[in-house]
């Protein structure tokens, strides 16, 4: 049967993955695996274990997918669903380490910008990446999925099991704590410059 | 006169906070990029995923043939050492019958 694999929605490649088609279920994999990747990176800060823990996010739906069943709850949402569950454990694995290195590759991006700009706005960066690691699970994955992966309240609602409002609610919260956190660096930034002048 | 300076201070500190709050989701929207894996994690990746039986790593013609020749080296010595080790022991065994014949 010649079918153009790649032009496959997402149900009918769901549907021919749970019948062993392990094409389409690689279709889907190449759909999702990017943004998978990018969401356990920031919520593990290193490469190898985003690595590590994105192949068991795919290995962990390979066998279940015969199971997933559609009640209204897309594919992706289902994804990040399994990410998360496996970040929490492995952060809960994990738990005496207090500081996650953040890679390089977040912070430098820039190549044409004046040194002193780079430098500032990595500081800044990671300063930001420092505050958003402090933050509980429930508010990482709000942050992440609306600016990394640019959901819609909705759709994080969906990944999380929560109405609409209750997202719109939490992201409110989380934004004053991080504007609290992100002031209180910058103050004892400040301070710890004047101590030294 | 008190309670409009008072709904006055209270708008402004609104619009203090909007203006802050803004201002940390643009440091996000500028901060938080989408991060790419490496193609070859991708691509391993995927072959792993539609056949469990393929390797999960491949090696260039010159470390498979290194590594052929290290493992011809070593069948090399094992033998040699065999060889020499078990000549030692029957050498070993004769002189001591010679010395104690009985």
Redo the contacts between chains.
Sequence with gaps: MVRNVPELSDETALKLAAQGDQEAFGVLYERYVSRIYSYIYYRTGNQHDAEDLTARVFFRALRHVENYKNRGLPLSAWLYRIAHNLVANWHRDNSRRKEVPLDEIILVRHGGDLPEVVLIENEEKENLLKVIHRLPADRQQVILLKFVEHFSNAEIGQVMGKSEGAVKSLYHRTLLSLRDDFNHILKSGSNDGEELG | MAKNSGRDENKKMENTQVS??QA??Q????????????PE??EG??Q????PMSPTVRFTRRYSSQFILLILATLLSGVIFFITASRVIISLIREFKLTNPL
């Design positions: 802050d709050l940390i989701e440091i996000m929207v500028s901060s938080l990029q989408p991060v790419n894996p490496r994690f991708v990746l995927h792993r995923l539609i056949d």
